[in-house]
DNA sequence: TAGTCCAATGAAAACGATTACCGTATACGA
DNA sequence: TCGTATACGGTAATCGTTTTCATTGGACTA
């Protein structure tokens, strides 16, 4: 089966190529009879035009890259679905790129995309959300972020001055912390992350100088880490129960690791909010899933998604943006935390 | 800055293009001293070649699309996953189109996709769905399949003839009602989706057929349906539980549902499984979240997504294949379903 | 020693569009 | 009737690769 070209279209139509593609792109005046043949043609044969051979000489692709370490985080198809809306809008489609968080993975999709010429990439997770990151992973991204327009979402490259749209995430988890206190909690605990990804650093710090200004005591065996997964966040909890003395509140890295928390709290006879208040955090849809229902975070998570895509097409079409996109968190509260009540 | 080619990479080595071309891609013998020679001139610019180019006269991207209606639903993800992973083994990246269930959506992308030149598509939801599906709409599949390969994924197109990867839903909702008539319930509902399409419709009719099968009355009534979000399956549980009488048990149509019917019964004061057991579907992340955790059928959803790209490479290497693919469901039993007990 | 074959390479023609540039028909005013 | 502006149409170059075909110089066989 041969494949149709607008050579086919013009020879059938009785027109030259130029033609043809003036009637496709619209680019210069054609007769009206003229463009009605063409077109009549065209839809006979189904003929669409072969991007690859367009994109080729307009230097434009239409595709963009999404880099992100896991979809199976309700986190991420959120941010996806807003990315996606607001690419189709502007004739983009995107190539969904699952790192795992692993730095290789990472390279070779980088590598892929630039090979594959798409107009713009948005990276998220991994290597952007280490504390340390090697030169030569730093590097490796800067030298394609000059090449092609590239956003990171929810992350930083140490001196690199890549653009970046991100949540708040100090504000965001002062938000949460002030919550607590509010409720007259004092013994408050912090689960969860990966301690050297920053994530959980940020909302490290912003605990601390929460209980600092409101001079709580900072119990450094309070703050557990281990990853962002429920397995953990069930884990680190159950570890806090065992000590002798407890907290009465804690605030979670992510809605991840919160219903973990949940779960543990409740498996060891603990009634939620009464005896233990959690707080987690990107408001995902597991936290209206859980019973009780989590009070959590909202990251805007949507809107990171269609900004990023929106601030990228920016990009592609030469305009300057400013380098840093900030998002406004907003607490939710739901089921999950209660006044504080002394046991 | 200059774009550089294959002709700034041979004459700064000293050889034509075509040596260039077989350095890279290994397609001919070149000697050793030369091979080094070219490596190093490419390693020097870090060049990579053009794909978009290479398709264009090899005839293949490298790239697939796999259209599906809701990657906010938890189930997606994992199938996504599996194709991503089988996907990246064999050299292809994927576009990720999200239709959000819409069929002009749906056309849209099948029609950027062929115009991109995917080596082949993975078709999810939508239109595959339905139960009836208008001639055009299959139309228009069924073209587009002729020319590129496509695999149907847990749907159908009437008399299509399409490639398709499959969980067997019939056996899957056949399991799930035997296993709560095993527990000792006699009267068992049916909750959830939208009743014209096929998921939905297969385990209605499973569901009735075990009922049959085991002399238990099937009460129309206490079959409702509305969607298969969370927010339904509360409503309809809410409604089944108005009733004067009420099932002992309820079998949903997706974990979605089965959440919400969860969280209908413990407002309404019910223990869960004790005063009622529940069955959901998907094995979704949620399942496990959800506090009981959910008895629920697995449809091995990340073998979907692997598999139907490992056939989907076949077919794109004009294999033949199996017309149709089935996977089989497998019951887990998790916290959400207890034997009868009589109140 | 002549003939054969193969490894190693280069020149040029694709692939399927867009587009710059030039050519021509028509209409219009003088 | 002629000159000229207007409105298109056609040709060919171009994008950056791959691939076919031809050429060359040995090495090997008979």
Redesign the interface.
């Known amino acids: 089966?041969k494949t149709i070209t607008v050579y086919d279209i013009a020879k059938e139509a009785n027109v030259s190529v130029a033609t043809v593609s003036r009637v496709l792109n619209d680019t210069a005046p054609v007769k009206h009879s003229t463009r009605e043949k063409v077109n009549a043609v065209i839809k006979k044969y189904?003929f669409?035009?072969?991007?690859?051979?367009r994109?080729?000489i307009s230097k434009a692709?239409?595709?963009i890259g999404m880099i992100l370490p896991d979809?199976?985080n309700?986190f991420?198809?959120?941010v996806?679905?807003g990315a996606?809306?607001e690419a189709?809008a502007n004739g983009y489609?995107?190539?969904?790129?699952?790192s795992g968080g692993d730095y290789r993975?990472e390279s070779?999709?980088l590598?892929?995309?630039?090979?594959?010429?798409v107009d713009g990439i948005l990276f998220l997770g991994g290597r952007i959300n280490l504390s340390r990151c090697s030169p030569e992973m730093v590097n490796e991204v800067v030298?394609l972020s000059q090449?092609i327009p590239m956003i990171l979402i929810n992350g930083s490259l140490p001196k690199s001055g890549l653009h970046r749209v991100m949540a708040d995430e100090a504000a965001g988890a002062e938000m949460a912390v002030q919550h607590l206190i509010e409720l007259g909690h004092q013994e408050i605990a912090f689960i969860g992350g990966v301690d050297y990804m920053t994530p959980t650093i940020h909302k490290v710090k912003a605990f601390k100088k929460k209980m600092l200004e409101n001079r709580l005591r900072i119990r450094e065996e309070w703050i557990l880490h281990q990853d962002f997964s429920?397995k953990s966040g069930k884990e680190l909890m159950t570890r806090l129960l065992q000590g002798h003395e407890r907290p009465s509140a804690v605030f979670c890295v992510n809605d991840f690791n919160a219903?973990g928390a949940?779960?543990a709290a409740?498996e060891h006879g603990l009634t939620i909010p009464g005896e233990m208040s959690i707080v987690g955090y990107d408001d995902t849809?597991?936290s209206?899933?859980?019973?009780p229902e989590l009070t959590t975070v909202t990251q805007q998570t949507y809107e990171l998604g269609r900004q990023s895509v929106q601030l990228l097409h920016q990009m592609i079409h030469g305009e300057k943006i400013k380098k840093i996109t900030a998002l406004q968190p907003q607490l939710v509260v739901r089921q999950s935390t209660a006044p504080y009540r002394k046991r």
């Open positions: 089966m189904q669409q035009p072969n991007a690859l051979a994109s080729l692709t239409g595709m979809i199976t309700p991420f198809p959120e996806f679905k996606e809306n189709r489609t995107i190539f969904l790129c699952n993975r070779d999709y590598s892929v995309l630039k090979e594959k010429r030298e090449q429920v219903v949940v779960k409740i849809p597991l209206t899933t859980l019973i």
